[in-house]
């Protein structure tokens, strides 16, 4: 759970500060409650690795999980209940639905995207493109909703873009210096923008294509490469519901998508003292 401590400390401190002037006021330092998380709305929930690991601030706190992480809750269904210090419980309100919210609507639209994929042999997955310091979550949520995750980050897989291209001065000698400092297990794969790219990475030697914004009857010729060359494709590039639809009749291996995670939205929850 690699940062979750850390990324969490780090939100209660921005909330909280000092203390909780209000609840302080108000509550004597025994006063206790019962408090439910509920959804307002179906999602696919996302929430418990942050609900666990926010326990370990709040000693006075125990908590039920009715909804764990992956299972669909109806609107108006209870997620979790929480029971102690009333002023520990308004406390981590806010920081617990923030994370909560979140990662559920990962994975609410994650799922979605899972959804109208069924029937084929494509995997949807994540990319980079997450909340800074949120990356080991929001790969979490898209796990979550049924989604696979890309490289982590830069350190776990090749992925030749266009900015390594023009640096380089081609696809050729890009694909030949990562081949030369890197050990035989690790797969190449090259970003193409049309099929003249596709067929100088196929050439020398790439795993994989990333087949980055082309249109329809492009990547249906690139698909007809595979009866020639032993690669992945990977499709990317303005991944919205609507383009999943389309591109889910294709030959093609993966679909990566960078609105699963910085466009997901929130799911609308509450917590109430009962």
């Given at each position: ?210 087949l980055d914004n ?27 519901i609507e383009r ?31």
């Amino acid at each position: 759970m690699e940062g979750i401590k850390e990324i969490i400390a780090l939100a209660l401190k921005e909330d909280i500060g000092h203390g909780d002037i209000t609840s302080e006021s108000i509550f004597e330092k025994n006063h206790t409650s019962n408090a439910v998380i509920k959804a307002k709305q179906d999602c696919i929930v996302c929430g418990e690795i942050v609900l666990r690991e926010i326990k370990n601030f709040f000693k006075n706190i125990d908590f039920t999980v009715f909804k764990k992480d992956g299972e669909s809750a109806k609107n108006g269904d209870i997620i979790y209940s929480l029971q102690g210090n009333t002023i520990e419980l308004l406390k981590l309100e806010r920081t617990l639905l923030n994370f909560v919210q979140r990662l559920s609507g990962i994975a609410t639209t994650t799922n979605k995207f899972v959804e109208e994929l069924k029937g084929t042999n494509i995997k949807l997955l994540d990319t980079r493109k997450t909340t800074p310091g949120m990356r080991y979550l929001e790969k979490y949520a898209v796990k979550t909703g049924g989604g696979f995750n890309h490289r982590y980050g830069l350190f776990d897989g090749i992925l030749i873009k266009e900015n390594h291209i023009k640096a380089a001065g081609s696809i050729e000698k890009a694909v030949q210096m990562c081949r030369k400092n890197n050990h035989h297990l690790i797969k190449i794969e090259v970003e193409v923008e049309d099929l003249t790219q596709l067929e100088e990475a196929l050439k020398v030697g790439a795993d994989g294509v990333l087949l980055d914004n082309m249109n329809n009857k492009d990547i249906e010729k690139a698909c007809t490469y595979k009866n020639d060359y032993n690669f992945f494709i990977e499709v990317s590039g303005g991944i919205t519901i609507e383009r999943i639809k389309e591109l889910k009749y294709f030959d093609i291996d993966y679909i990566s998508s960078g609105y699963i995670t910085h466009s997901a939205g929130i799911v609308d929850l509450t917590m109430l003292i009962i």
